[in-house]
């Protein structure tokens, strides 16, 4: 059973205010022509928009909670044809097809707990890709401020939805509790810093095209934030 199962419910309030994103990964998807592979897909925050814009999803997440509201997502949108939703892990996505693109948004490679897990997880978005296809993803690093004033408080993120993170510095592992209505999980992210996922990404066989610092493409100027552009190569 996943985390996110007891939260399935609360994901879309909870994440309301994360709309950054979604034109950046519809973008990308427009531009790989597709299909597209969504690691993580979650509720469908961006693959309903990407499904709308006329691309094909094959949407993977482990939860199946997450999945049935994404399935209900689609369906109201009118998009369920062109989103193929699969129950499975990321780092061994259910996923025979080779497509131009495959996308992990909004810090889903964070779950991963170890080098051991991301060159996994890297390795196999590998073999998804088309040659010269690329993977996007995004990622996190906390600031020293962000961790000062968040550690060890209930904070309430979004009305009604109360969130705590507990940073432990020496580990890198964010343990973060989320309550609200409708349930209540809590959940580890593991961060590396820039410098480390580009050296995975290297080790997994990628070249980074690009690193920006968000998703309106600045340049990464040390920010909490990074955006990443990874290229199969050619052969
Ligand atoms: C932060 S949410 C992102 C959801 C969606 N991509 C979005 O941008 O709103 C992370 C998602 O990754 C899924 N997830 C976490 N670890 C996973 C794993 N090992 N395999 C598959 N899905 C996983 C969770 O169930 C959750 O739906």
């Not at 979650?42 to 049935?68: K, N």
């Not at 000062?148 to 009305?159: A, C, S, Y």
């Not at 996922?197 to 990628?206: C, I, K, M, V």
């Amino acid at each position: 059973m996943s985390s996110y199962d007891a939260i399935a419910a609360l994901y879309d309030p909870w994440s309301r205010s994360v709309t950054e994103d979604v034109d950046f990964y519809v973008a990308q998807a427009r531009k790989s022509g597709g299909p597209v592979v969504e690691l993580g897909v979650g509720t469908g925050r961006i693959a309903v928009p990407v499904a709308r814009a006329g691309v094909h999803v094959i949407g993977i997440d482990d939860s199946e909670g997450m999945l049935a509201l994404c399935k209900a997502r689609a369906e109201e949108a009118g998009v369920a044809e062109r989103l193929d939703l699969r129950l499975g892990d990321l780092r061994r996505p259910p996923v025979l097809e080779r497509v131009p693109l495959v996308t992990c948004p909004f810090r889903a490679l964070l779950h991963l707990g170890s080098d051991g897990e991301r060159l996994e997880a890297l390795r196999a978005v590998y073999l998804v890709l088309q040659p010269r296809g690329r993977f996007v993803f995004d990622v996190f690093a906390p600031s020293m401020q962000d961790v000062e004033e968040t550690n060890g408080r209930w904070l309430e993120r979004e009305p009604g939805i109360w969130e705590r993170a507990d940073w432990d510095l020496q580990r890198r592992v964010l343990t973060l509790a989320v309550r609200g209505e409708s349930g209540e999980t809590a959940m580890q992210l593991s961060w590396r810093s820039p410098e480390e996922w580009r050296a995975l990404l290297e080790r997994a066989g990628f070249e980074v095209e690009a690193m920006y610092g968000w998703f309106d493409l600045r340049p990464y100027d040390g920010g909490e934030d990074t955006v990443w552009i990874a290229r199969r190569p050619a052969v």
